[in-house]
């Protein structure tokens, strides 16, 4: 993949305070995951309202990098993977593909009472605190997971790899890297063994990003990953567990 991003002034004065934003993400989304849990119990909307401000930052954040894009007559849609793949048919293959994988992980666990992974490991709890309970829950979970989908990889995948290239003078996969460091510290509230299975989905993420130079499949997976452990899993999981009527 070869990107050759030229930012202008303005949109280094606009990635500024982005990337303030983003080394702070990790330490904000932390606390506020904490008082969540503090709060849930005893307050209804606990869950909802972490899930609102959060994707507010989000997509605070995506027009941000959009902007950033927009006053940088130097730099093109396609420097943060804004395009579509050469091969849309591949693309659309690779996303059935994982679909079909999603589905079966979803019958397997319906059968079997839940991932072994969740039942077992620590790392998981930060997930299942954030599993919604109710309709309206559910409706803001599916919203936070199509809004991490659609902004981490705008701005983590697309923004942040071009300014590592274009400003830093860094390699596309020297860039990726370090995009993939701060990708993983956004994470901060799922803890030390979270992260790293954060930095495995991350690594993957960059890698059909790299090989594709689009975003289209990066986000299509990230999405249904991320519906599937916020609301598809917990779901099927709670109709299994829930006492028969009558």
Known sequence: MQISPDFSTAGLALAVPLLGYVLAEGLVGKRSHERMLRDRDRDPNALTRMFRVWIACAWASAAAALAVLAVSPGAVPSDLGLRLPADPSTT???????TLVVAVIALLTRRSGGLPAQRALPARRALADMHPRTPAERRWALAMAVTAGVCEEIVYRGLLIALGVGVLGLGVETAAALALALFVLGHLYQGRRG??????????LTYLYLSTGSLVLPIAVHVIVDVMALVVLPSLSARRTAPAAG
Not at 92 to 98: C, I
């Open 92 to 98: 659309l293959g690779m996303v059935a593909g994982a």
């Open 195 to 204: 992260m790293l299975l954060v930095t495995v989905a991350g690594f993957s």
